[in-house]
């Protein structure tokens, strides 16, 4: 995984609970300092677990929409 697209933990909402280290399937998760942290962002797969789960929504996984460029009409008539 792009290690610029991890979750994101907001130290401020993070209780400690360690819901999200317990159920994360990468053990990409940890503690430090009674917090939850990313600690290793590469095995991180975007499952989305720890943002489901987290009882204060500390975890946010930021995502890039993208539009496709909508198709001319002719291009779907000249087939």
């Not at 590469?42 to 500390?58: G, I, K, S, V």
């Amino acid at each position: 995984m792009n290690t610029r697209w991890k979750p994101v933990i907001n130290q401020k909402l993070c209780t400690g609970c360690g819901a999200c280290i317990e159920q994360c399937p990468e053990n990409a998760l940890g503690q430090i300092a009674g917090k939850a942290i990313v600690l290793a962002p590469e095995t991180c797969t975007y499952c989305a677990q720890c943002e489901t789960l987290c009882p204060t929504r500390a975890i946010a996984l930021p995502y890039l929409i993208m539009y496709a460029a909508p198709s001319s009409a002719s291009d779907s008539t000249s087939r």
